[in-house]
């Protein structure tokens, strides 16, 4: 019997996904878990395995258009339609009511009851905004209540103006990615209060040994250590010393993490894509280099993997590598802090009563002001600082970093 | 104005229909020396003789027919089933003639009969007395079916009944009886029949239920109100014709909606309620319509502990009302 192929919810908050690449073709026989299609999404690019076995008999979506979560893609013929290949039960009301099928059964968080559409659709709110309200229901749906009170939160400031246009004006359409960080980011900024602390930190050393040794370090341990490794590893240590800031905000409580999942920033050509590196306490300096090389291979290549991109627990962005030297960063929704390292610059400072030049960084924590206060911020961004002066250097010093 | 028990109101209103119409006359199983099984009719015979209260055998396919047959030629008659439960051999006579008489004969005859049935769980009651009919009958087009809740409504909806032109199953859930009471005025006075009621006004969710529900509803809403859920509880008094524009209006105003009924669950009454909701006010639901009815077994068991897990009461109506006002 024919049943049809759905777009799965392939990520957290993924609400779309286009067709990258047809690995079948009509007429072709397809196995279970084989690989049928090719999925971009903002996140990540995956190969989408066969949900049945059977044949292809239809490809509804071509390559390269984009479509919604859960709207079918294809239609395979199967011998008979197994339990769990038969086509799920609508998600109650949700999907009969929009335009936009939205993500089945999995996102509890997404289904929104017909009264909330409505009263969405009437007071021009956009159901992904919706889907970023914390929601009071069952599963942390978005109820009428959640929806009334964000509107009144919201207020009438943020629509006041509409945008006017000039002549020769452009819009850009967005791509999934920017949308996907505009929404993430809008969302932090609105639901998390954001402290920030800076320290200035002195690489001299670091920069000096690096610059003598990296060539040597590369060809011993096989990567080239960069200075994120250093940073990562002096986060690993703080965190240690200072766990609350390795943890999220709930309404029940402060959720301390037990994995050091750290998130890197890596930039891309339409916007940033924050990879994780698990359990990033279990590796030494090597290791940790080692991630980050892959990650960013991976991320540029646009080959990351779900799970590449998801679990992490505490972030690490280096506006650095721009130029900056004063980065305040937003914090990724569900964690409590954001590290910022920015340039390393020469500057004139004091030091035993005399003004000498040292490559100063400026280290900065931006931080989730419900989970904890200046004073842990402030002492956390100490013991990385202590971490990465403590930097003897040496050839060998890496082994031990 | 005095404070009557249900079984009161409904005493009371044969003896004003009878003294104000000479056509009206009662006719049932024991219903005239006894008074009726549960006193529904006791003094009548004392008062209007024989001919107009009538002792049947038990036999009510023919209490059903002869009162057709009466009502079609003039007179008003009140047809009593001792116990709803009793009413299945004269569902030929009340479906296929009562309820249709007037299509059938293209307007020649009306059958204004009432059909009197005390029905649901009372205490132990068990498989012959305490079934609950409502839904064969408000199935059927042509017939209005009543169950009122309340004494001031019992005593004005069997008069709106008597006098209305068609026939009506006028149910009297049997717990009231005695239990029940409420104001009532002596007078005459008339609650139409169409028209559910409000009555108790909340902004959380919408109760819909009907005979003694509507008293384990509102003693739910008094307790879920004790935890700041606030049920706004319909009485839906007439369950044929529906009064659809007040059930439409109680979700719109709370977007969520509870049915309730003592039925077994699979298409009984309330599933009408439901199927209106979903077809008519769904854009305004904030949650999946529920419903707290009794399991689908063959009848209400005898044995206490089964009988309590049968019946619907006010603790499984609050907790439908928790997890409904929580989703």
């Known amino acids: 019997m024919p049943v049809e192929v759905k777009l799965p919810q392939l990520g957290e908050s993924t609400y779309e996904g286009t067709i990258g690449k047809w690995l079948k073709h009509p007429g072709d026989r397809v196995e279970r878990f084989e690989p049928l299609v090719e999925i971009i999404t903002d996140k990540v690019n995956v190969e989408m395995p066969s949900p049945h076995e059977g044949v292809l008999t239809k490809v509804l979506i071509p390559e390269g258009q984009t479509v919604a979560v859960g709207t079918p893609i294809a239609v395979m013929e199967t011998a008979d339609a197994p339990a769990e290949a038969r086509p799920a039960a609508p998600p109650a009301p949700v999907s009969v009511g929009g335009s936009a099928p939205r993500a089945p059964v999995t996102a509890e968080g997404a289904r929104l009851s017909p009264v909330v559409r409505n009263l969405a659709a009437e007071r021009g709110v956009s159901v992904e905004e919706v889907a970023q309200i914390p929601g009071t229901g069952a599963g942390g749906r978005v109820t009428k209540e959640d929806l009334l009170a964000y509107l009144q939160r919201r207020g009438t400031t943020e629509r006041a103006a509409p945008t006017s246009l000039h002549a020769g004006d452009q819009l850009l359409k967005l791509s999934p990615l920017r949308r996907s960080v505009a929404q993430r980011m809008a969302q932090s900024k609105r639901e998390i209060p954001h402290a920030y602390g800076v320290i200035e930190v002195d690489l001299s050393t670091l920069v000096r040994e690096r610059e003598a040794h990296k060539d040597a370090w590369r060809a011993r341990e096989g990567v080239n250590i960069t200075y994120t490794a250093f940073f990562l590893r002096a986060a690993v240590d703080a965190v240690k010393a200072f766990p609350i800031v390795n943890s999220s905000w709930t309404e029940e409580g402060i959720l301390l993490r037990k994995a050091v999942n750290l998130g890197i920033g890596i930039a891309l050509e339409d916007g940033l894509i924050v990879a994780v590196i698990k359990a990033a306490d279990q590796e030494n300096l090597t290791g940790l280099a080692k991630q980050v090389e892959m990650l960013s291979g991976k991320a540029r290549e646009g080959k990351l993997a779900l799970e590449d991109v998801q679990g992490g627990t505490l972030t690490l962005t280096n506006p650095g590598v721009f130029g900056s030297i004063w980065s305040m960063p937003i914090i990724v929704p569900g964690q409590a802090a954001i590290i910022a390292t920015d340039a390393i610059v020469k500057r004139p400072v004091v030091r035993d009563g005399a003004v000498v030049i040292r490559e100063i960084m400026h280290l900065g924590l931006a931080f989730d002001h419900r989970i904890f206060d200046g004073a842990i911020a402030d002492q956390f961004l100490h013991r990385m600082r202590q971490k990465l002066e403590s930097f003897t250097g040496g050839e060998r010093a890496v082994r031990d970093f | ?327």
């Open chain 2, 1 to 327: 104005m005095p404070e009557l028990r249900y079984i009161d109101a409904i005493n009371q209103a044969h003896h004003e229909e009878m003294l104000r119409d000479e056509r009206v006359l009662v006719m049932g199983e024991d219903v005239g020396r006894k008074g009726g099984v549960f006193g529904a009719t006791m003094g009548l015979l004392e008062k209007f003789g024989e001919d107009r209260v009538i002792d049947t055998p038990l036999a009510e396919s023919s209490i059903a027919g002869v009162a057709v047959g009466m009502a079609c030629n003039g007179l008003l008659p009140i047809a009593e089933f001792q116990f709803a439960d009793f009413i299945h051999p004269a569902f030929d006579q009340i479906v296929s003639e009562a309820a249709r008489m007037r299509y059938r004969s293209n307007n020649a005859f009306s059958c204004p009969v009432v059909f009197r049935a005390p029905y649901g769980a009372s205490h132990g009651t068990a498989l012959y007395h305490s079934q609950s009919i409502e839904a064969f009958y408000a199935h059927v087009p042509g017939l209005k079916v009543v169950a009122p809740a309340t004494p001031y409504d019992a005593k004005g909806m069997l008069k709106a009944a008597i006098r209305d032109p068609d026939p009506v199953l006028f149910l009297e859930h049997k717990r009231m009886y005695r239990v029940v009471k409420g104001e009532v005025p002596d007078g005459d006075y008339t609650v139409p029949i169409g028209p559910s009621a409000v009555r108790r006004q909340g902004k959380d969710l919408s109760v819909f239920a009907y005979g003694w529900m509507l008293h384990e509803s509102l003693a739910a809403a008094d307790a879920a109100a004790a935890e700041g859920i606030e049920a706004e509880v319909v009485d839906i008094r007439t369950l044929a014709p529906l009064d659809r524009g007040t059930i439409l209006t109680s979700v719109a105003k709370t977007n969520r909606a509870l049915i309730v009924y003592e039925d077994n669950s699979f298409m009984g009454y309330g599933a009408e309620i439901a199927a209106l909701i979903a077809e008519h006010a769904f854009s305004d639901l904030d949650a999946p319509v529920m419903r707290v009815a009794a399991p689908d077994v063959p009848g209400v068991p005898f044995a206490k502990p089964l009988e309590e897990w049968f019946v619907v009461t006010k603790d499984k109506i609050a907790a439908a009302m928790r997890k409904l006002a929580a989703y």
